[in-house]
C-alpha cells in the first residue's frame, strides 16, 4: 500500500512538471549589456574578427586544448569560427551573417555537442562620446528537453554569468587599446 503511494506520487510529481514545462515560452532570449570607455570602433573591431576573440571570450580559457579553425573570410561577413572541446565548451560553429560597422554584429551560432541548437547571437554597439554602450544577446528555440531542463536549472543565470565574464573582458581588453 505505502508503495503504491509513493509510485503514485511520483508519477504525478513527474506529471506536474512535465505540464509545467510544456507551459514555457517556445522562445528564449538572454541578454546582457555593459558600458565600455573606448570608441565603438575598437570594440567593434574586437567582436569582428574570431582571431580576436581569444582576447575576451570567457569560453576560451575553459579549455587550452580546444582546437579551433577559422575559415571563409577573416573578419565581418562570412567569418567562420569551429571549436571542438572539452565538456565545458563542447563543439560548434558561429558565422558572422551581419555586420554593420560600429554597431551590429550577428552570428549564426549552432552548437553540435552535448546538445544541438541553433541560435541567433547579436552584438549592438551605441556610441555616447567616448563611450559605447553594449549589448549582447543570444535568442533560439526553446525545444521540450530544454523545458523541462529548465524546471531545474535557470539558464538565463547559467549563460547570463558568461556573456557578464566576457562583457568584463571585453571592456577591460577595449580599455587597454
Known amino acids: 500500500m505505502v508503495v503504491i503511494s509513493i509510485i503514485g506520487a511520483v508519477v504525478a510529481l513527474a ?8 507551459r514555457k515560452p517556445d522562445d528564449f532570449v538572454i ?24 582576447l575576451w571570450s570567457p ?4 579549455d587550452p586544448q580546444m582546437n579551433r579553425t577559422h575559415s571563409g573570410s577573416s ?35 549552432r552548437f553540435t555537442a552535448p546538445w544541438e541548437a541553433r541560435n541567433l547571437t547579436e552584438f549592438r554597439l551605441e556610441s555616447s562620446g567616448s563611450d559605447t554602450t ?4 543570444m535568442r533560439g528555440t526553446n525545444p521540450f528537453m530544454m523545458k523541462v531542463m529548465g524546471m531545474f536549472m535557470n539558464m538565463d543565470a ?16 577595449a580599455e587597454r587599446g
Open 75 to 109: 573578419s565581418g561577413v562570412g567569418a567562420v569560427y569551429e571549436w571542438d572541446g572539452n565538456k565545458k565548451v563542447g563543439k560548434g560553429r558561429m558565422e558572422i551573417v551581419e555586420a554593420e560597422a560600429d554597431s551590429k554584429i550577428a552570428l549564426d551560432l
Open 158 to 173: 547559467m549563460i547570463g554569468k558568461d556573456f557578464e565574464a566576457g562583457l568584463a573582458n571585453l571592456k577591460a581588453a
Open 59 to 62: 569560453w576560451e580559457k575553459l
Open 134 to 137: 553594449i549589448t549582447w544577446s
Open 15 to 22: 506529471a506536474v512538471i512535465l505540464i509545467l514545462a510544456a
Open 31 to 54: 541578454a546582457r549589456s555593459a558600458t565600455i570607455g573606448a570608441p565603438a570602433s575598437r570594440v567593434f573591431s574586437l567582436i569582428n574578427d574570431f582571431r580576436a576573440w581569444s
